[in-house]
């Protein structure tokens, strides 16, 4: 008799299964049309056949995006949908519908049942995606008091998070008496040495990549051009088996999408290639998790390619026999985003050799005309336009707006739970799906 109980608890230790980690990878603004470009930019010889991306490899379906009162969301609904299962307007976070009712995150529940916890973004920690993952109720405008809300226990009486990697220090500083006094009551280790995360051995800690905004990733040092990657791999290393949620953004895809800058645009999608690709091996060896990709909008309006001018002599036959191109080589020789090219031509006395300099494009009589007129009109955010209207007529790549879109975008998934998410399904479902990878029950 007095072995039956060690029967039943063995019995039981052997068929509980183990805590499922979630790591879920957001593009933020990265449509369909964005990974699509990033596959023909790896490889255009389609004599040869085009080679698959890991988007391509770990592709599951798409959901909508629309909010409660859009069917264009912005990214504080979006990820608000994608955080708690919940529709809210549109410049909000962790608010369901219009109401008072605030959801819980997935972040909160997986710290409720004991995860480890982690979101690095290449935004500001206080952004619209991470702030909708541990804030309530703020318009996403407000990252002050987002980040005032950081620092807010659970039930438990813990932090909501282990780790944090990103922007915006200044809204931390802004929020609290004294910032590093907050911390240092919390036992949480302060970082501000950008993307060196060598000396970071354990957690809790904020690691600060900028003091406000960071760099975009081709205006990075080449030390520090794949950060999403580096991030990536750093949050993983940190787990040493044990179950955690970790919510990691490559933020600026959306960003170069809204100034319609495709070469900056693209150094983003290979930073959260090689990301993805890390996270991927992480789980082919370590079999109890999930990970899941996906964006929060589609932004901008994204097409590649145009009807050859076959009167242009300049063009061979071989190429005009095409009918249609895209002309990959003009976007691959830029080495700048256009706010560092129009920096530079804003204070340029040789406005041909500036641009050369940064794109291999020798300017024509018109393309010259545009960019001297303006830069004598002083308008910052129009020089930066007119930088890469140039790069997209010659590359022949479109854009409709300057803003979302409504286009559906995709799931992509693999590793444990991975089949929950083939097929179509809405932005909310998605967290609904990871609420049940983690635990908890589907409310009917």
């Not at 191109?325 to 985003?337: G, Q």
């Not at 967290?431 to 908890?440: D, M, T």
Request: with cysteine.
């Amino acid at each position: 008799m007095k072995t039956l109980p060690i029967l039943l608890i063995s019995t039981a230790l052997l068929s509980a299964s183990p805590n499922t980690s979630v790591i879920l990878m957001i593009g933020d603004g990265m449509g369909p049309a964005y990974t699509s470009s990033y596959r023909y930019y790896k490889e255009v010889n389609t004599s040869r056949g085009i080679q698959k991306t890991i988007f391509d490899t770990l592709f599951m379906g798409r959901n909508s995006t629309y909010s409660k009162n859009s069917v264009i969301t912005d990214s504080a609904a979006a990820a608000t949908a994608l955080a708690t299962g919940y529709k809210t307007d549109n410049g909000y976070v962790g608010l369901r519908d219009t109401t008072d009712l605030e959801p819980q995150t997935l972040l909160e529940y997986a710290k409720e049942k004991g995860y480890v916890t982690a979101m690095a973004v290449t935004s500001t920690l206080t952004h619209a995606t991470p702030a909708a993952f541990l804030s309530k109720g703020h318009h996403r405008k407000d990252e002050t008091g987002i980040a005032k809300e950081y620092f807010k226990k659970n039930a438990k009486g813990k932090l909501k998070f282990d780790f944090l990697i990103g922007g915006g220090e200044k809204y931390f500083i802004e929020g609290y008496a004294d910032f590093n006094v907050t911390a240092k009551e919390n036992n949480v280790t302060l970082y501000r040495n950008g993307y060196d995360l060598n000396k970071v051995t354990s957690y809790p800690f904020i690691a600060f990549t900028a003091n406000d905004y960071p760099s975009f990733a081709i205006d990075e040092s080449e030390e520090n051009r794949y950060r999403v990657a580096k991030m990536t791999q750093k949050s993983l290393d940190l787990m040493k088996n044990k179950p955690f949620f970790m919510m990691i953004e490559a933020s600026q895809i959306d960003w170069c999408g809204h100034i319609n800058d495709v070469a900056c645009m693209m150094a983003e999608m290979e930073d959260f290639s090689r990301a993805i690709t890390l996270a991927k091996a992480y789980v082919d060896t370590n079999k109890d998790t999930l990970l899941l990709v996906t964006a929060d909008h589609s932004t901008a309006g994204l097409a590649l390619g145009d009807m050859i001018d076959k009167k242009d002599k300049n063009i061979s036959d071989e190429v005009k026999s095409r009918s249609y191109i895209w002309y990959k080589d003009i976007i691959e020789n830029v080495s700048a985003s256009s706010i560092v090219i129009a920096k530079d031509l804003s204070t340029s006395k040789e406005i041909n050799a500036t641009f050369k300099k940064y794109t291999d494009i020798t300017l024509n009589t018109k393309e010259y005309k545009v960019l001297s007129a303006t830069i004598a009109s002083n308008k910052e955010k129009k020089l930066w336009y007119a930088v890469n209207d140039i790069i997209n007529n010659r590359s022949n790549t479109g854009w409709t707006s300057h803003g979302h879109t409504a286009v559906d975008v995709e799931t992509f998934a693999y590793g444990k739970g991975s089949e929950k998410f083939r097929g179509f399904m809405d932005n909310t479902d998605i967290a609904k799906k990871i609420f049940e990878v983690l635990g908890r029950k589907s409310k009917k």
